[in-house]
């Protein structure tokens, strides 16, 4: 069946339908949920909600551009929404430096390391992080997206990056100590 | 060999095909949610909902007004012109002179079984729920629309949540068609007539009810009805010598103005079997009737049942009474005994079946005692009638 039937099935609540889309994009909806949440619990969560969001506002998608791309905006919206009325996000700004670098040799760290780094990081910090770097949001739009200023935004993006820095610094040392 | 690494390169990296699948327990708690129907049917089913009201209110005014049976009083009558009324008296008036005064006060004699018929109409309404639905239309900025569709996302649960708990306290709007069994409550020396037999009458009434929810377990009821009642005497036995106007008890003075005829002075004879003729006496009274009833639920579900009490003011808006005979009829004028407003006391059961969230049908038996119909109580006739009421209920 094609993607376009099964999402015209979902509209119609079909629950086979329903079943086939979630096999189809999970796994790429609950890395989003993995890396913009504090732990695996909290993602689960919000994957399970966001999923159930996106079957109640399948009808609203309009088969323009992509659908994947279309799942994770939602699911995206989702979290923020979740985080927003938590009123976490508004902070003061600070001028900190733009780049960060880390020294580091390939396969010296791995995936499950730095998602849990991303985890890890205070709450402002992790969504301002994934949504500029992982998911190409501009500061501009991030500043609508969370209702904060641009500035605060780039304050955020620095912050995350020293903090992951430094604990990433600190891992490989203890992994050498180790 | 270590190199310096931007560390937004070093995460992006790492983790562009990052891809994990939830434990299976997630779907089943997904599965087990969206089995109910999500929020976005609400409307369409509201307003096809709505539309089958509708259909099947005109419908069913439709079959009321143009199937049903309807007892219209003056159809009955014979078609009797002034000419035919003028020979008729004057051969009456010959047979009273080949008499010769062989006088007895009564004018008419009257023999009669007294059936009780009655008409109720009522008026059905409907009307249209206007449901808060956002909509956000995607248009030219990405972001900006996102923005929005996310305001929209939280601001829709919060509307549907409200709307929820409103449902629970929420007007009614209801089509209400009942059969009508009438009968009275009469001595055997009570009616319109001595020695009166009032006979069961099948009609129905039609109308609308609106009902608002005050608590959980009680809904206060109205409506307006327009109710037709009719009582008719038949099989009554009138002798055509006319020098005075006794029908038993319904004695002349019931009447605001009686007719020439009726009045006439002239010579009576006896109530010879000859004269006798058989002849229907009929009585029209026009209400608008406004219930005021408190419903009592007693089961809550798909299929629920309540206790329905309270009463209805009837307001008189019309009041004729005539006789017909096979010679001829003549309007009596109006009941000045009958009062022009009245009232009922009205007892029954409501059970309602679900159709969705907005859209049930019930059936009512229901059972209205009228009191204070007539100014003069001693005629002993105390009218009630027990209807089926049905209807297609709206909540909004």
Known sequence: MGLRKLIKKCAKNDIEAQKEIYQLFAGKLFSVCLKYSENKQEAEDNFQDGFILIFEKIHQYKFKGSFEGWLKRVMIHHILAKYRSKNILNIVTEEIPDIVEVEISDNEIDLDDLLKLIQELPERYRLVFNLYVLDGYSHKEIAKMLQISEGTSKSNLSRARIILKNKLENRISNQKIG | ?396
């Open chain 2, 1 to 396: 060999m270590k190199e310096r690494k931007d560390i937004d390169r070093l995460f992006q990296e790492s983790l562009k095909d990052f891809e994990e699948l939830p434990a299976p327990k997630v779907w089943n708690a997904i599965e087990s949610k969206i089995q109910t129907p999500p929020n976005k049917h609400l409307l369409p089913l509201r307003l096809r909902g709505f539309r089958v009201a509708m259909i099947v209110a005109i419908s069913l005014t439709i079959a009321a007004v143009y199937m049903l049976p309807k007892y219209d009083y003056f159809s009955i009558l014979p078609k009797t012109n002034d000419s035919e009324l003028l020979s008729s008296k004057k051969q009456s008036e010959k047979n009273i002179n080949a008499i010769k005064k062989e006088t007895q006060p009564e004018g008419f004699v009257v023999e009669k079984k007294l059936n009780v018929t009655q008409d109720n109409e009522n008026k059905t309404v409907d009307n249209e729920n206007i449901d808060i639905n956002l909509k956000k239309k995607k248009s030219t900025g990405f972001l900006q629309n996102e923005i929005d569709y996310l305001n929209s996302i939280s601001k829709k649960r919060k509307v549907d949540k409200k709307k929820i708990e409103k449902q629970d306290n929420n007007f009614t709007i209801s089509t209400v068609f009942a059969p009508i069994y009438s009968n009275s409550f009469a001595s055997e020396k009570a009616g319109l007539l001595n020695n009166g037999n009032i006979l069961p009458n099948l009609s129905y009434a039609y109308g609308v009810k609106f009902a608002y929810q005050l608590s959980k377990k009680f809904s206060l009821q109205s409506g307006i009805n327009i109710v037709n009642i009719g009582y008719s005497a038949n099989d009554i036995y009138v002798a055509t010598n006319v020098s005075a106007v006794n029908f038993s008890h319904l004695s002349n003075n019931r009447f605001k103005s009686l007719p020439e005829l009726m009045a006439s002075t002239e010579p009576m004879a006896s109530a010879s079997s000859q004269l006798n003729e058989k002849g229907i006496l009929n009585q029209i009274f026009g209400y608008v009737e406004i219930p005021l009833e408190l419903k009592y639920n007693l089961i809550n579900g798909k299929i629920g049942m309540n206790i329905v009490g309270g009463f209805s003011t009837f307001l008189l808006n019309k009041n004729e009474a005539f006789i017909q005979t096979n010679s001829f009829s003549q309007s009596l004028g109006e009941m000045k005994d009958i009062r022009s407003v009245n009232f009922s006391g009205n007892i029954g059961v409501d059970v309602d079946y679900l159709i969705n969230k907005n859209l049930y049908i019930n059936v009512s038996p229901m059972l209205k005692m009228q009191t204070g119909t007539f100014i003069n109580d001693s005629h002993g006739f105390y009218p009630y009638y027990l209807g089926i009421y049905t209807g297609i209920n709206y909540k909004f």
